[in-house]
């Protein structure tokens, strides 16, 4: 199971931090990541973590801006979102990955619910 949160309210330029917490698995051997489905749009990828925390990926629109990381003895993943945009309006949904290593829109195992940040402009 994967519960997100941390999503809010914020204004352009402004920041915040998600978290998605894991139960009920093997955390410290998975992929994760976070996508993100905007209104009337298709969910799209944004960013993901191999199971060591070695190697991360993103999209090249958040890309200088976001950053993923973990924490497996929290068993949690951590979305940092700088520098937002009102086009990084979205739900934001954790997931665990097929892979292990990771990888550019990986194919999913399971997702979390998830959480809606809002960037005003």
Do not use: H
């Amino acid at each position: 199971q994967l519960q997100a949160s941390g999503g809010g309210l914020v204004q352009t330029g402004g920041s915040l931090r998600l978290s998605c917490a894991a139960s009920g698995r093997t955390f410290s051997s998975d992929a994760m990541a976070w996508f993100r489905q905007a209104p009337r749009k298709e969910r799209e990828f944004v960013a993901a973590i191999s199971w060591s925390g070695s190697n991360t990926y993103y999209t090249d629109s958040v890309k200088g801006r976001f950053t993923i990381s973990r924490d497996n003895a929290k068993r949690t993943v951590y979305l940092r979102m700088d520098s937002l945009k009102p086009e990084d309006t979205a739900v934001y949904y954790c997931a665990v990955l097929e892979d292990p290593n990771g990888g550019f829109n990986p194919r999913v195992d399971s997702w979390g619910q998830g959480t809606l940040v809002t960037v005003s402009s």
